[in-house]
Nanobody, 124 residues
Framework: QVRLVESGGGLVQAGGSLRLSCAAS????????MGWFRQAPGKEREFVAG????????YYADSVKGRFTISRDNAKNTVYLQMNSLKPEDTAVYYC?????????????????WGQGTQVTVSS
């Protein structure tokens, strides 16, 4: 019954920045590797960024390398995605979940399946 709640999305012009947050509603049985995913209309959900349990290792899709930064604050049960130099092609609904860092696919945890996500819209 632990939820992940994404927030921080909105409308921003190209070149702008947003910081997304993914907050767990309670403590989990373990500290999972976490990831951000996004899905644009007509496209498959894609992996954006991942982070291991203590933040020591991060992973990024090629399309966002150098622009996005994933981080976490385990004391706050929160994962962040700092998005800079946003492009219109970044427009999507962004989701977070526990993720396998080997496969970039979600893993079965008390978080369950996908939540509501947060909409990011980047205009020119």
């Amino acid at each position: 019954q632990v939820r992940l709640v994404e927030s921080g999305g909105g409308l921003v012009q190209a070149g702008g920045s947003l910081r997304l947050s993914c907050a767990a509603s309670g403590r989990t049985r373990s500290t999972y590797p976490m990831g951000w995913f996004r899905q644009a209309p007509g496209k498959e959900r894609e992996f954006v960024a991942g982070i291991n349990w203590n933040g020591g290792n991060t992973y990024y899709a090629d399309s966002v390398k150098g622009r996005f930064t994933i981080s976490r604050d385990n004391a706050k049960n929160t994962v962040y995605l700092q998005m800079n130099s946003l492009k219109p092609e970044d427009t999507a609904v962004y989701y977070c979940n526990a993720v396998s860092l080997a496969t970039h696919q979600i893993i079965q945890t008390e978080f369950g399946s996908w939540g509501q996500g947060t909409q990011v819209t980047v205009s020119s």
